[in-house]
């Protein structure tokens, strides 16, 4: 028995198909049909109740460039059931799966590790899935991140992030390796405490994306680029030709004089990343590496 | 971006430079704003009043230092804003060179100034 | 992905509800930046009478140089514009205090708390000295 048929008789919920012998298979497809339909019969009563329970409100951006009649962007209202705990990325699941399968966004790990989530809710950059509904004013109103290209909905282009966050040459790279290969590469308490918030980043784009200075200049690395070159700049492991390197890739023109201390990056960091100190540290190393050649 | 990473020297040194004066100008235009508002008051100032201040060489020595770095610190001030804006290419040039013409013509006639303000002259 | 939708700076002022501290602070730096290094060239101008002094007036002080600034300092909306200079020039010292420490790394946690601290604090500076400046000859 294929599913496709099965699938068939879910979508038929009148139809008893009784088999005439009753195999355990039997059985549990019986049983799955029972559970099928009690669950559409109780999102039939949830939804004839919805309006005494207490619900959300969703403005959701739409946009999408492929289908005639979406080309002009605009926001859709959705109304979804709250319950404790709720978060803005469970709203638009339910949204996406109960009213408009078309709405598009990405999301992974729902836990706040895989930075696939970051919106602009209520005028803040946010993670979806770390962003409690409790926390927000009614309507919630979701767009994907500012300064950014729309794709599609709330997906936007993260390409220009990407090659940020690479130009900074983020790997590690020692001079010494320890001479037995099976040998920790071991660092100092201290050290990995002025690194420890820094490796913290997700990638999600949440920063880059409040920064009122990356938003007028494309070429400015960005806050989590040079988090980034913080986390290995100022590991003590890293190879000194290594930190030379990076130290010129990130006191070039574009690179951290153009931070302005506006602490928007480290406002809006759903791993409260102190990027702003990052970047000012980074800031100070490069003078002081400069001053030793005057 | 990978390509063409320009020399420390450039965005390095004039923020050294912006902080260094930050630092002098802190006190100097205290002083300034002390000096000629609540010790003296602006309205009662006289030439002759300026001259005696004027001709003192350490006077005269801090107010010209502070003519030069309030150029610089405001001069590279407005370069950055407009820099963060997105200015580019060629209209960055202009624009760099102009206030670069800007910030020379104003210390040379704030020198000349403050010269015709002592009795040296 | 043929097409994508740009929809330039969203962020813009039109946001300015939204702003935090620090970005507040950068907006007052950077405004009030530009009104004292305009005010530095219209102060250079202006003291540019020294050059044209008559020695001989000067005795009796009835030169230019001299009655510029009395002319100036007679009309009471220089004397406002003053009080409004002052009120720049301290917020630009404070918060460049602050910008500072910023840069020194030091206190970064608490840089919303020095903003409004340097913004009290200008305005207690400027509301204490408004009294020497519309006082004194207005003539």
Redesign the interface.
Known sequence: MSTQIEQQETETEEQEAEPEVESPGDRRRAAKRQRLQEEEAQRVAEEETLDDEETVHLKVFR?D??VEGKQE?RFDDFTVPYHKGMTVLDALIYARDRYDSSLTFRHSCRQAVCGSDAL?VN??QRLGCKTQLSDLEDPVRI?PL??Q???KDLVV?MEHFY??ME?VEPFFDPDELPEDDLEEQRQTRENRETVKMSTRCIWCGACMS?C??A?????YLGPAAINKAYRFAMDEREGEQRKQERL??I???H?V??C?????C??VCPKDI?L??HI??L??E??KN?LKFW | ??EH????E???????FQRLTAVFLIGVLAFHFVLLHFVNHAADITFLGTQARMSQVGYFATMWLFLVTATFHGVNGVYNAL????LTGSQKNAVKYLLVVAGLLLVVQGTRVALAMTNLV | ???????G???DFG?W??F????W??IFHKFTGWVLVGYLFTHIAVLSTAINVDPAAAQSSADIYTNTIAGLESLLVVRFLEVGLLAVAVFHILNGIR?LM????VG??S??KSFYASLVLTGAIVVASVPTFLGGKLV
């Open positions: 946009y460039p492929e962007p602009f005028g803040r767009e500012p300064h290209e729309v794709v282009d090659d940020q130009a409040s009122n200075i938003a007028g200049d494309n070429e010129r890739i006191e070039q023109e690179g004089w153009r302005q201390t506006q602490f928007s480290t406002e102190p702003t100190e000012q540290a800031k100070r490069s003078v400069n | 971006m990978a990473y320009s020399s420390f450039r965005g390095g040194r004039r923020w050294l820099v963060n804006q997105g | 992905m043929s097409q994508s939708y740009n929809r700076t969203v962020e946001r509800r939204e935090t501290a620090g970005m602070a950068w910008l910023v840069d020194l790394g970064l946690e840089q919303d």
